[in-house]
Nanobody
Framework: QVQLVESGGGSVQAGGSLMLSCVFS????????MAWFRQAPGKEREGVAA???????TYSDSVKGRFTISRDNIKNTLYLQMNNLKPEDSAMYYC???????????????WGQGTQVTVSS
């Protein structure tokens, strides 16, 4: 069984920072590719950042240089450090995991419940 639980969302002013966490419960954490997605009301789910088995990262153009995805295999936790937040970043953020490297495509097999991020201007 695979379980993903996000936390760390909240409200922040533009220019502020948030750190999202996703606790990944599985027997073989290191065998999963992981990613962060976000979805605002009425919009498509958007891939934000992805990380592979060797910590190679991929970012959407909209967050590149501001967000950093990382993983702690000891704690079985995925992180998303978000700096210089913009109102356009407001969305429900989801972590995802898959044995296949889908990069930023929304084809991951396992998903968390989401954590809300609201950025005010």
């Amino acid at each position: 069984q695979v379980q993903l639980v996000e936390s760390g969302g909240g409200s922040v002013q533009a220019g502020g920072s948030l750190m999202l966490s996703c606790v990944f419960s599985a027997y073989t954490y290191s065998h999963y590719y992981m990613a962060w997605f976000r979805q605002a009301p009425g919009k498509e789910r958007e891939g934000v950042a992805a990380i592979d088995l060797h910590d190679y990262t991929t970012y959407s153009d909209s967050v590149k240089g501001r967000f950093t995805i990382s993983r702690d295999n000891i704690k079985n936790t995925l992180y998303l450090q978000m700096n210089n937040l913009k109102p356009e970043d407001s969305a429900m953020y989801y972590c995802a995991a898959s044995p296949i490297n889908w990069l930023l495509l929304p084809k991951y097999e396992h998903w968390g419940q989401g954590t809300q991020v609201t950025v005010s201007s």
